[in-house]
């Protein structure tokens, strides 16, 4: 009980100082941005006609000429107590904002996640039981394609094959232009979510499935593998046996772990899909010198990651016996 | 007595790729034979590295992919075919892995001595046999990482005789153990070997080999260079070969002296006697001789242009 009470305490520890240096890194980085909010969000144009009253009201609401250390902490004292702000650009409270856009995005994220944790799984599996021979050269050979190939530039081609030649797909967005949001199916919005899961899909596949196959080969090389077969155990059995069982730690951690690469990659993917989800939001908010939505977005995000590793070492600690009865022990 | 085991010349090879595309074979075991009757204990006793592991994997048909062997190997009387292998082993034929390593380690133990068994009665086998080398019946529920060294090889001996065997192999039954558990350990080998079976301790340590085997097999760089019996070991001058002889002399109760040098590595060594290097007794003729076979020899087998008895 002692044990897991200081694990709790850790852990909560680290969280806090991860987020306030994630925090504090994203306002340095915006605060040494050279865009200017006024000249980004009004236009030299509109500023040009203003009077001189206008421009230091602007000023004011972007937050121009207060000193960033005092910006950084107005707006830490704020979050302590539970206020996350105002986006600048929406004139929505960001929790508000990033809830929407979460949810829009959700879907899209946790398809991605389960399809690229299952296939990724089968396919390393896959590729190390049958090391060396023709399957395994297919499936290395095509995740160090994947990996090595820029996600956007991925996204294009998915484009252009299923909305641009075979028009079956929608091209962008993620409801039907123009529709009555009442009319609005489920049909519609999975139709429209297809392609960018299925980019973030097939570029987090690859990852998992290398990090699987390594796994089994090292499974396969040992020596219980051995002792197993010369008890008369098959490959296949082996592999069912013995591999999953001993796969199946190192691919919790990946799979938790592929949480920020997903959330990562749904930035660009949303991008060019033009889905309004929370990536696109981040991209808006940061060329748009959106401060808060920012902060809060990428706060958010690296809890949801932190949250994502915090399950995978609590999974351990039920798959793993070493840790289940070390723990129980203590 | 039908022998349980016959191996007539065997040898292994491995393909490997040096420098690129050239292939080379790696002789890692060259011409060995060996015989064993059941209720008999031959113990093959090598340095590390003198192949003596492959030995094992070759008479089960689990050697890498990489590899091929040659020669043959009678199974009670029969050809032991890879297909004859793959039916027998685990049941007829057993392995007594080295150590925990060998036991999955997300697994519990009573599953593992089980083994990979659907028959209804497979449980009760598995914790009859681990019953039989004293551990109780909580052990099943244990993982490998919560077992001592001793209980370990326990366990791993309680996988052996799940069903019942005919042809055990041990391979370094008692790395380890200090001298009390290994000879308990090695007492059970003995057990198994006077219910019939036949049983082939694979070691480097000649003493605790003595203590269970009824004939002693020396092997020299991947060959068998001496059979001789148990009681050839009570003093040097019934042992046949220079390198048995030196074995014994390294042994701690007979003053433990070395001898220079190391066996050549496999596939270093393209003619005459592999332990010319270390012989003080070689000739000229030793380093050049193209064939030397292993011949019975005053009761024994000996692989050697000049050995030495005396009775």
């Known amino acids: ?330 | 007595m039908q022998p349980i085991l016959e191996i007539q010349h065997m040898s292994i090879h491995f393909t490997q790729y040096a420098k690129g595309t050239r292939r080379r074979e790696l002789p890692v075991i060259r011409d060995l034979s060996l015989k064993i009757e059941p209720g008999q204990v031959v113990a093959v006793v090598g340095a590390s590295g003198s192949g003596k592991s492959l030995l094992a994997h070759g008479i089960l048909h689990i050697l890498p992919r990489n590899s091929h062997m040659e020669g043959r190997i009678l199974y009670d009387g029969g050809d032991l075919t890879s297909k004859r292998a793959a039916r027998l082993r685990g049941r007829e034929i057993v392995l007594v892995p080295q150590g925990v390593t060998y036991l999955d380690p997300l697994m519990k133990v009573g599953e593992q001595v089980r083994g990979d068994d659907a028959a209804p009665d497979a449980k009760q086998r598995a914790r009859k046999a681990l019953a039989r080398y004293g551990l109780a019946a909580g052990t099943e529920e244990l993982y490998p990482f919560e077992l001592s060294g001793g209980m370990a090889r326990r366990v791993l001996i309680a996988t052996a005789v799940t069903h019942e065997p005919r042809l055990i192999i041990a391979d370094e039954p008692t790395p380890g153990l200090d001298a009390k558990a290994a000879g308990r350990i090695l007492g059970h080998f003995r057990e198994l070997a006077e219910g019939g079976a036949g049983v082939l301790p694979i070691t480097h340590d000649l003493e605790l080999a003595l203590t269970i085997a009824d004939q002693v097999a020396v092997f020299y760089a991947g060959q068998t260079i001496e059979v001789a019996s148990a009681e050839d070991f009570a003093s040097p001058a019934t042992l046949r070969h220079p390198f048995t002889r030196a074995l014994w002399r390294a042994m701690p109760e007979h003053g433990f002296q070395p001898i220079a040098g190391a066996q050549p590595y496999p596939g270093t060594q393209t003619a005459g006697c592999p332990f010319a290097g270390q012989c003080a007794r070689s000739t000229p003729q030793c380093r050049e001789a193209a064939d030397l076979p292993l011949r019975p020899w005053q009761g024994g087998m000996v692989r050697c242009l000049n050995p030495q008895r005396e009775e």
Not at chain 1, 75 to 103: I, K, M, N
Not at chain 1, 277 to 302: E, R
Request: charge should be positive.
């Open chain 1, 1 to 330: 009980m002692k044990h897991r009470l200081r694990f709790a305490v850790g852990k909560l520890f680290r969280m806090a100082l991860l987020l306030l240096g994630v925090s504090i890194l994203t306002f340095a980085l915006m605060t040494a941005s050279p865009l200017d909010p006024l000249q980004t969000n009004v236009g030299q144009v509109a500023l040009g006609s203003m009077s001189q009253e206008q421009v230091a009201k602007l000023e004011a609401y972007w937050g121009v000429g207060t000193p960033p250390v005092e910006r950084y902490l107005g707006w830490l004292g704020d979050v302590l107590h539970g206020d996350f702000g105002t986006s600048l650009l929406y004139r929505q409270p960001v929790l508000e904002v990033v809830g929407q856009r979460l949810a829009g995005s959700l879907w899209l994220l946790l398809f991605a996640w389960i399809i690229s944790g299952i296939l990724g799984l089968v396919l390393g599996v896959t590729a190390g039981a049958t090391r060396g021979r023709l399957p395994d050269r297919l499936i290395r050979g095509y995740c160090l394609l994947i990996s090595s190939t820029p996600t956007f530039w991925l996204a294009l081609l998915l484009l252009l094959i299923f909305s641009v030649w075979l028009g079956v797909l929608p091209i962008g967005l993620s409801v039907p232009i123009g529709a009555d949001a009442a009319s609005i199916t489920l049909a519609d919005r999975l139709q429209h979510a297809i392609l960018p899961a299925l980019t973030l899909s097939i570029t987090g596949v690859a990852n998992i499935a290398l990090h699987t196959r390594e796994k089994m080969v090292d499974v396969l090389n040992s020596d219980y593998a051995l002792f197993a077969r010369a008890r008369g155990e098959s490959e296949l059995r082996i592999v069912l046996r013995h591999g999953l069982r001993n796969v199946a730690l190192p691919a919790i951690t990946l799979q938790f772990a592929s949480i920020s690469e997903i959330i990562g990659g749904s930035v660009v993917v949303e991008q060019v899909f033009t889905y309004p989800g929370l990536g696109q939001a981040a991209v808006t908010a940061g060329l748009g010198s959106d401060m808060p939505l920012l902060l809060g977005i990428t706060v958010i995000t690296a809890a949801i990651v932190f949250g994502g590793n915090l399950v995978a070492d609590l999974l351990y600690g039920v798959v793993d016996p070493k840790i289940r009865r070390g723990a129980a022990r203590e």
